[in-house]
Every structure is written in C-alpha cells, then in structure tokens.
C-alpha cells in the first residue's frame, strides 16, 4: 500500500522519520477556534500507476472554501489528485473528522476542476448543493489581503490542520519564513513541522484564521524551514478567467471585494460591505452609510445571489455645500429577499469617518484593504452599534494619523472576531469605550497597540460579557488619565495581566473593574497611584479575586479589596 508523496521537488521523509517524530502536529486542535468539518482525508485507491502517482492508496489532507458565494470548492494538491485522474473520472472517498464517509466522481463534464501542476500544485474541485458531502462540510474564510501583495505574509504566524497518513486531525504552528525571489512570488517557505499525508493542508493566519494558502511540500533533509506552500490568491485570477469564458455553470461574477478594479489611475480608495436582508426589512429605508464631511462618492449597489441578478442601482452624489462639512445619510430600500454587496467608492482622500456606518444595524461583512487611510484622522463610532457585523479587520490599515478612535466598534453586539495585527496607532489620543459593548467577543489581541499618547481609556471594555482573554502586552499608560470602569462588567476574564500597566498620571480609576466577578487573578505589579487619583469601587462586584491572588505594591488600591460590595 502505497503512501501519497508530498510534492515533486522535494524528495518525502520516509514513513519510518515521520512515526518517529512524535512531536509534529501535536497542537490540540481544541485550541484552534475553526471547526473541524472544513477539514476532510481524502483516500483514493490507485488501480493502474500514473505520472503522478504509484499504484496503491493515496492518503492526503483538503479542506473546504468558498471562492465565491454560492462557489464551494475542495482544495487539495496536484500531486494528490491529477489532470489523468480527472480525466479517468476517478472517485476518491471524503472523510470527516467523525469518520463519516463519502464518494465523490471527479468528472470533469459535471463539475469544474481546475489542475494547477507543477510549482503551483493545486487542484481545484467544485462542489455542488446537490452533493452530499455539501451538507456535511462546512468552508473555511480566504484571507484577501494578498491583493497588497505576498510579502506582507512574511513572518506572519500561521498553523496547519492536517490529517497525517489518515490519522484523527492534528494541528501545528509556524511562520512563513520567506517568499520565493526567483519570481516566483506565489510560493512561500514554512517551518512548521508537517507529516506524511498533509498534503493539501489549509494555511491559516493565527490573526485572524483565514487562509492563506495550501501546504505543498516537505522538505528533502528534514529541514522545517524548507517545507514549501502556494499562496491561495495566486489561483484566484485564474478561475476568474474561467468563470468569465463560461466554463464554470451556475455562478456569475459579482461585484465581490476579489474582483472590483480600482480605477484608471489604479489609486484605490474604496470599501466593500455586504448587507443581507429578510422578510422583516423588505422595502423599509436600510442605513448603509453616514458621511460627515464633503466628499464626493459613488455607490453600487449589487446582489451575491442568482436569484437577484436583475438587481442594481448606482448612485452618485456629491456632497458639497459653501466648502463646510455637513451631514449626510443613505438609506437603501431592497425590493427582495437576499444576500447585497456594497461597493463605496471616495473620490477624494477621507479625513474624517467619524460614525461612518454606526447603526448600519444590517451590514454583516466589511472590508477596509482598499481604502486610502492616510489623511484620517478620526474613526470615532465609526462601527458604532452595527449589531450584525460579525468579523472585523483592520489589520495593516494606516492610520497613523488617527487621534479619535474612541467608540469604534460601540455595541456591535454580534462581533466575534477582530483583527488589529500591526495596526498603528501611534497618534490615538482617545479608545474611550472602544469596545463597549461587544458582548459575542471572546478573544481580543490589542498586543500590537502603541499606546503612549492615550490618555482616554474609560469604558473601554465595558459589557464585553463573552470576553475571556484579552492581550495587553506592550501597552503604554504613562499618560492615560481616565480609566473609569476600564473593564467594567467583563463577567467573563478570569486572569488579567496588567503587568505592563506603569500609569503615571491617572486621576480616575473609579469603577476600573466593576462587576468582574469571576476575576480571580490580577496582576498590577508595576501599578502607583497618587494622592488625588481616584480608585473607589476599583473592585466592586470583584468576588472572585482574592487578597493572595491580586500582585500589587501600591497601599491605595490593596485598601480597596476590602469594599467589593
């Protein structure tokens, strides 16, 4: 029985060094926040040899991912499933991580399959509403920021799922290393420590666990910083192609954030969103912009579902009245039941987005790649009570210049999930209730903040009731003044490291951790209040934490755990 081969160019560690290499892929899987059923091992039972593969079993990792609404596609390696089988009308089994099987025939009349050989080494399958394996799969998120090109990539954390040799799923972590130089720019290097048989591994951003490519390859030597993958945005443009000449059915191109152009001078500055309505908001005006400054924008909007096709308006306006910022809503009435995109498109470079699309209470998706930052120097409220938005990134968005970021994501009550890897805030004066209200959010990495210029902090985790672990590493308070209620009623945290909290010139911390009261580990070390500062009820409602378990130096506060009612 023969096992699949990583990749043609590296030669595969031989299956006794990988059952002797217990360590690899031994993350649990639990801690990783993607459900297992976007994950699946292909087996497939080779009859006759092939170019590509032996006679024998071949055992590979793919994973599910929607290119497109209503586009789902099985993604795996070209070394794994070839043009000769699809050809042959191969039918290979897919297995779940219950075990749960089922066939599917790579028949290239019935379903779109793209084989990418070579150093691409990517197989692209389609799947239909009417396969089975459809309703037992679910499909992962693609990462889009690859349009700002790969090498923002490097040295990015990342992690594989993987099924090795057939076994249960497994899990492991790394970075991209290094991007190929010999243009060959869609290839990557990783050390992370793979198996035979994860082949067609899905490559995850740790940030925001979106993916970003399919593993390739291992390495000839054994060599971690040599395992090799393929960007996912690489093969974007080439199924593009195919849906436009025709040979992809059912699925039409749609004004989506992977296919918008910018424009002829090719200086982006737009935002993409997506809205879903019900039968509830039927033909009722929908906010899904406010403006509060002159700017002269145009906006489209479209439909994600076929069944929607004949929808489309496009508005144009210019707001411009004596050269003074004034204020200005768009409301849209949508006639049917579906899935929108928005496309909002800024002739001029925005300065100020304060409470851009607060109470947008439909608009489910938003993307800010492509909009011009530079001159912003105010976001305040800009999310504010958007009650659907679910995930929101504004990873490597510019705002250098921000001052006014307080209010950002103010109730979105529906937030999972936010990205702020290397942002820059090195100018924010304000994150006064920032995150108030974000009552879905579990997990929130702010490790990437510059913080020295703050000095508004109240409210700024407030209500976030789901919040278990928050991330506060290399924060800088020394001129933070206000931290009212900080982190009041975050019901959840168990364990706060405020170790980096070294506040020089705070006046109020009143209320700072009201109502968190299964806190039962608080770490202040660094913590010196003065005379005038204000810190009564600094630990109201606190009943789990303890004397023994609270690290602090500072008399004042210590004073406090005694007035926790």
Known sequence: ??????????????????????????????NIRISSECICKI????????????????????????????????????????????????????????????????NK?????????????ITVIQIKNTDRINKKFKSLEPDLNYQRGY???????????????????????????????????FLFYHNIDTEGGSSGSPVILTSNSKVIGVHTGGSEDNDVQENSGTFLGYIFPKIEKDIKSGLIKNIKVIPNISNIKDNDNNKSNYI???????????????LIINSYEESRRIINVSNLDESLKNEKEIMECEIKINNKKINFSYAQKFNKVGRYTIYYKFKNKLVNCNHMFSDCSLLSIINLTKLDTENIIDISYMFADCTSLINADLSYCNIKNVKEMQGIFYGCTSLKNISLKKIQTQKVENLSWAFYGCSSL???????????????MSSMFAECSSLVNINLKNFRVENAKNMYSMFGSCSSIRNLDLSYFSPQNVINMNLMFFNCNLLSNLNMENLITKNNSDIDGIFYGCYSLKKENLICSDKNVIEQMSQKK
């Open 1 to 30: 029985m023969g096992i699949c081969i990583e990749n043609k160019r590296n030669k595969i560690r031989s299956k006794e060094d990988e059952i002797n290499n217990p360590n690899a892929g031994s993350v649990p899987v639990e």
């Open 109 to 121: 009349d019935e379903r779109y399959i793209k084989c990418l050989d070579g150093l691409i080494d």
């Open 43 to 106: 087996v497939i039972n080779i009859e006759k040899e092939t170019s590509e593969n032996n006679k024998g079993t071949i055992l590979a990792t793919g994973f599910f991912i929607d290119i497109y609404p209503s586009f789902k596609c099985l993604i795996t390696n070209y070394h794994v499933i070839s043009q000769e089988m699809v050809d042959s009308n191969t039918v290979i089994e897919i297995i779940n991580d219950k075990g749960e099987k089922e066939r599917l025939k790579l």
């Open 442 to 456: 579990i997990d929130l990495d702010l490790s990437d903040f510059e913080t020295g210029n703050i000095v508004n």
């Open 272 to 286: 993409t969103a997506e809205i879903n309505i019900d039968n509830k908001n039927i033909n009722k005006d929908i």
């Open 151 to 185: 090498q923002q990539y490097k040295n990015e954390d990342i992690f594989i799922l993987q099924h090795p040799l057939g076994q249960p799923l497994k899990s492991a972590s790394g970075k991209v290393k290094d991007i190929d130089d010999d243009g060959n720019d």
